[in-house]
């Protein structure tokens, strides 16, 4: 499960106003918080942006194995070591 929620709340946002801020539909964002649908990497990025938070923070099930990107400055997690 995801962190977009409880963090949209926590920032006094409502799902229209974080949605746009994000550039997506708010049905969307909807489906994302419920777990309905996973958020494509587009999207995530663009809610982390909007929220000015790491996408690991939003998306706590995102692994290492999934967006390497983020873990760069990790040397030996990253690369097996």
Not at 11 to 16: A, I, N, P, Y
Not at 38 to 55: D, G, M
Request: aromatic share 4%; with cysteine.
């Amino acid at each position: 499960m995801n962190n977009v929620k409880i963090i949209r709340k926590s920032r006094g946002l409502s799902q229209v106003e974080l949605a746009r801020q994000a550039r997506i539909a708010s049905t969307n964002l909807s489906a994302i918080e419920c777990g309905r649908v996973i958020a494509w990497p587009r999207v995530r990025r663009a809610l982390s942006e909007a929220l000015n938070l790491p996408e690991i923070a939003l998306f706590p099930e995102l692994t290492i194995n999934t967006d390497r990107r983020q873990f760069e400055g990790l040397k030996g997690i990253t690369d097996g070591r």
